[in-house]
C-alpha cells in the first residue's frame, strides 16, 4: 500500500503539473480576477480530476492492493485529493510567480502580519488539540475562517491562497492525527470531511477576493475616468450638472459653482439658478425648460447671469432631459460654459462690421446670408430680417443669378482673399428691382461652422459719375490747352518768322539803294540775293517745323556739328551786328564730337540768344559791344554753348521768370524768345542757364548731349 500510495501521489503530482499549466492562462489571466473565473476554474479542476482516479484505484483493485467493495469510497476520496490539490496548489504557485505590482505599506505589512500569526495560533487551537470542547455540539472549525475572509476582503488572491494554504496544511496534520474538528473514525473519512471543508472554504474565500479585485479595478478605473473628465472639463472650462427633477435637485461640480458665483455648501435649486439668469433671459429660461418637460431629448441655449459683484457673463448650457415610463421628466444633466470672451468678440466684430463704411455680408457655402450690416440694408432698399437666411442672390441682376451659384461653388472650392468679378462690370440689384454698379471683396472665414465668405460692397455709382465729370472736364481743358498752344504757336510763329522776313526786308532795301545810286555790282548782288534766299529757306523750315507740331510729327533730326552751327549763326547776324554797331567774337573747341538734332531749331536757339545780346547792349558804350560766342566739351559726355554780353546784366527780379513765357523786358518784345529757346533745348535734352558774367553783363549758356565720344 505504501509503494502503492508513492506511485498515486507521483501520478497525482504528475497530473497536478498538467493540470497547472493547462490553467496557467486562466488564473494567470483577468478571468481568474473575477467571481465569474473563479467558479469556472472550480468546475474545470473537479472535471479534470475525474478521470485519473478511476484509473489509480482501478489499477490498485487489479493489483490487489484495494478492495472491490471500497471502490467507491477510495476513488471520492482520491477525485476529492486531486481537485482539492487544483484548488489549492496551483493558484497558490502560479499566482507568486506572477510579478506583483503591489506597493506595500508599512501599516498594510503590519496587518498582514498580525493576519498570518492569528490564523497560524487560530489552526494550531483548532486543529491541533488545543481546544478540549467537542466539536459535535461547537463548529470549532469555522473559528479560523474570518481570518481567511478577512484576507480575502483587505488583500490580493495571493495573499488569500497563501493563508489557505497554512490552513489547509495545519488542518490535514491535524486530521492525520486524530485531531480537530474533522478526526472521524478512519483516515478515510477524516480527509473526506476535511476536503470538503477546505474545498468550500477555498472557493468561497477565492471568489471574494476576486470579487474585491475586480471592485478595486473598476473602483480605480473609474477614478482615473473621473480624473480625465475632471482633466478636460477644467480645461475646456466646463461646468457639469445633474438635475432630479422630481426632487429639484441639482448637482453640479465645483468649477460650475464657480462659474455661477455659488457657495461651497450652498444648496442649488432650479428656482436659486432662475435668481441669477439675467431678467432679460429669465422668461426665455422658463420657456425652454417647459418644453424639455414636454418633449425631452437636447437643447442647447445661450443666456446671460448676473454676479452677485453685478457683473454680467455669458453662459453656452447644453444638455438633454430624460423621461419615465410614464413620459414625466426624470432627470436631466449636462454642461455650462463661460463663452464671454466669444460674446465680446462677436460684439466687437459686430460693432466694426457695424461701422464700415462698405456694406458687409457674410455668407455660407449654401449661399445663404448668415449676416448683413445697416450699409447693405440701405444699399440695396431691404430690412435685415428680408435678408438673413435667405439666398444672397435676391440680391444679384436677374441675368446674372443663375450662373452666380457656380460662381460660389468655384470660390469655396478654392477660398482666397481677391475681388469679385476682377475685369467685369458688377451690378447690384435693389428691393424695386433697379441695378447699380459695385465692386465686391471677398475674403473667406474659418468658423466652427464651416467656411464662410465676407464680402464688403460699395456701391461706384458716385465714382462713376465723378469719372465722367473728370472725364468732360478733361476734354474741355485740352480744348482749351489746343486754343491757348494754338495762341502760343501764333505768338512763337510771328516771333521766329519777324527775324528773317525782316532780314529779307533788309536785304532787299540794301540791294534798291545800290541800283538807285546805280552803285551795285553783280557780286554785290549775289551776295544780297544769297542772304535773301538763306533768309527764305529759314522762314520756310520754321513754317514746316510748325506744320509738323501740329501733325504731332517728329523734326527731322541728324549729327550736327555745334562749332558749324556757330560760325554759320555768326554770319547770318553779320547784318545786324553792323547795324547795332556789335562786334561778334568766336572761340571754338577742336574736334567737338557731333550732336544729334534739328540743325534750324539749333540756328534758332542761338540766333535768338546773339540777337537778345545786341539788344542788351543798346545802353553800351559802341566800343565795349562785344558778343562772345565760345563751344566746349564738358567731359560729361554734353557740350556746351555760351554767348556773353557787355550789357546791363540780369536783375534779380527778372531772373526767376527769364524763360517763361510771355515775360519780356522789352516794351516792344513778345516774350517768347527765350521760352522758345527753354523749349528746343530741353526737346533735345539739354539744359539751359543764365547768370551775370564778371566785369559786366550777362551770359547764357547750354548744354547738350553728344552722340559720339570726345576724340583722345
Not at 504528475?14 to 469556472?40: D, M, N, P, T
Not at 453662459?315 to 449636462?334: N, T, Y
Not at 451659384?405 to 467685369?424: D, L, N, V, W
Not at 424695386?432 to 467656411?451: C, K, M, Y
Amino acid at each position: 500500500m505504501a509503494a502503492s500510495g508513492n506511485r498515486t501521489c507521483r501520478i497525482t503530482l504528475a497530473r497536478l503539473s498538467r493540470v497547472a499549466s493547462h490553467l496557467y492562462r486562466c488564473i494567470s489571466g483577468e478571468r481568474y480576477h473575477c467571481g465569474q473565473g473563479v467558479f469556472k476554474f472550480a468546475l474545470a479542476a473537479a472535471v479534470s480530476t475525474i478521470i485519473s482516479p478511476g484509473f489509480g484505484v482501478t489499477s490498485l483493485a487489479l493489483a490487489g492492493f484495494a478492495d472491490w467493495a471500497n471502490y467507491g469510497a477510495i476513488w471520492l476520496t482520491w477525485w476529492l485529493g486531486d481537485t482539492m490539490g487544483d484548488l489549492l496548489i496551483a493558484p497558490l504557485i502560479i499566482l507568486w510567480s506572477i510579478p506583483s505590482k503591489r506597493r506595500w505599506k508599512r501599516r498594510e505589512a503590519v496587518e498582514v502580519g498580525i493576519l498570518l500569526l492569528l490564523l497560524f495560533v487560530l489552526s494550531e487551537a483548532v486543529f491541533g488539540g488545543w481546544l478540549t470542547i467537542s466539536a459535535k455540539n461547537y463548529p470549532i472549525a469555522f473559528i479560523s475562517a474570518p481570518i481567511v475572509i478577512w484576507t480575502a476582503f483587505r488583500f490580493t488572491q495571493r495573499e488569500t491562497a497563501t493563508s489557505l494554504f497554512i490552513l489547509s496544511a495545519i488542518a490535514i496534520w491535524g486530521a492525520m492525527r486524530g485531531l480537530g474538528p474533522f478526526a472521524g473514525e478512519t483516515e478515510n473519512q477524516s480527509l473526506l470531511a476535511l476536503q470538503s471543508w477546505m474545498a468550500v472554504l477555498t472557493i468561497s474565500a477565492m471568489a471574494l477576493s476576486a470579487g474585491m479585485a475586480e471592485r478595486g479595478r473598476a473602483e480605480e478605473a473609474l477614478r482615473e475616468s473621473e480624473a480625465r473628465i475632471n482633466l478636460a472639463v477644467n480645461a475646456a472650462n466646463l461646468g457639469l450638472w445633474l438635475w432630479n427633477i422630481p426632487g429639484d435637485e441639482l448637482w453640479v461640480t465645483e468649477k460650475w459653482r464657480k462659474l455661477f458665483g455659488f457657495a461651497d455648501s450652498e444648496p442649488v435649486t432650479f428656482g436659486r439658478l432662475l435668481e441669477v439668469v439675467h431678467p432679460g433671459d429669465r422668461e426665455h429660461m422658463k420657456q425652454l425648460v417647459q418644453h424639455m418637460f414636454e418633449h425631452g431629448g437636447e437643447y442647447e441655449n445661450e443666456y446671460r447671469i448676473t454676479r452677485a459683484d453685478g457683473s454680467t457673463c455669458w453662459i453656452l448650457g447644453h444638455g438633454s432631459v430624460e423621461l419615465d415610463e410614464h413620459g414625466k421628466p426624470a432627470f436631466a444633466r449636462g454642461v455650462s460654459r463661460d463663452i464671454t470672451k466669444r460674446k465680446q468678440a462677436e460684439e466687437k466684430f459686430r460693432l466694426a462690421v457695424e461701422a464700415s463704411p462698405n456694406g458687409i455680408l457674410l455668407v455660407n457655402q449654401t449661399g445663404q446670408i448668415v449676416l448683413v450690416n445697416s450699409q447693405i440694408e440701405e444699399l440695396f432698399g431691404y430690412g435685415r430680417e428680408d435678408l438673413i437666411g435667405h439666398s444672397v442672390e435676391i440680391l444679384v441682376p436677374e441675368r446674372f443669378a443663375s450662373e452666380h451659384p457656380e460662381h460660389r461653388r468655384k470660390f469655396f472650392a478654392a477660398p482666397t482673399a481677391r475681388a469679385m468679378g476682377a475685369g467685369r462690370e458688377l451690378f447690384g440689384r435693389r428691393k424695386d428691382g433697379s441695378e447699380f454698379p459695385v465692386e465686391i471683396g471677398l475674403n473667406p472665414i474659418q468658423t466652427p461652422e464651416g467656411t464662410v465668405v465676407l464680402a464688403a460692397v460699395v456701391d461706384i455709382s458716385a465714382r462713376l459719375e465723378a469719372e465722367e465729370e473728370a472725364r468732360r472736364r478733361r476734354h474741355q481743358v485740352e480744348l482749351l490747352s489746343r486754343a491757348s498752344l494754338l495762341g502760343e504757336m501764333t505768338a512763337s510763329l510771328a516771333h521766329e518768322l519777324n527775324q528773317p522776313l525782316a532780314a529779307i526786308i533788309n536785304n532787299a532795301s540794301a540791294a534798291m539803294q545800290y541800283i538807285e545810286q546805280n552803285t551795285l555790282d553783280p557780286a554785290q548782288l549775289q551776295e544780297i540775293l544769297t542772304d535773301v534766299i538763306g533768309d527764305s529757306r529759314r522762314a520756310s523750315d520754321i513754317i514746316s517745323n510748325v506744320r509738323n507740331a501740329i501733325k504731332k510729327g517728329s523734326a527731322i533730326r541728324g549729327p550736327i556739328n555745334l562749332n558749324d552751327v556757330v560760325t554759320t549763326v555768326t554770319h547770318m547776324v553779320h547784318p545786324d551786328a553792323a547795324a547795332n554797331f556789335c562786334k561778334v567774337e568766336m572761340s571754338l573747341a577742336r574736334d567737338l564730337p557731333p550732336i544729334k538734332g534739328d540743325p534750324t531749331q539749333i540756328q534758332q536757339v542761338l540766333l535768338n540768344l546773339v540777337r537778345n545780346a545786341f539788344d542788351a547792349m543798346r545802353d553800351t558804350p559802341p566800343s565795349q559791344r562785344v558778343v562772345e560766342i565760345a563751344t566746349n566739351y564738358n567731359g560729361d559726355g554734353t557740350i556746351s554753348v555760351e554767348v556773353r554780353d557787355h550789357g546791363c546784366g540780369i536783375s534779380e527780379k527778372t531772373r526767376e521768370r527769364l524763360f517763361e513765357q510771355f515775360f519780356s523786358t522789352q516794351e516792344e518784345g513778345l516774350g517768347m524768345g527765350l521760352a522758345i529757346v527753354r523749349s528746343i533745348v530741353e526737346a533735345h535734352g539739354g539744359t539751359i542757364a543764365a547768370k551775370n558774367a564778371d566785369g559786366g553783363g550777362a551770359r547764357f549758356h547750354f548744354r547738350l548731349p553728344a552722340s559720339e565720344a570726345m576724340p583722345q
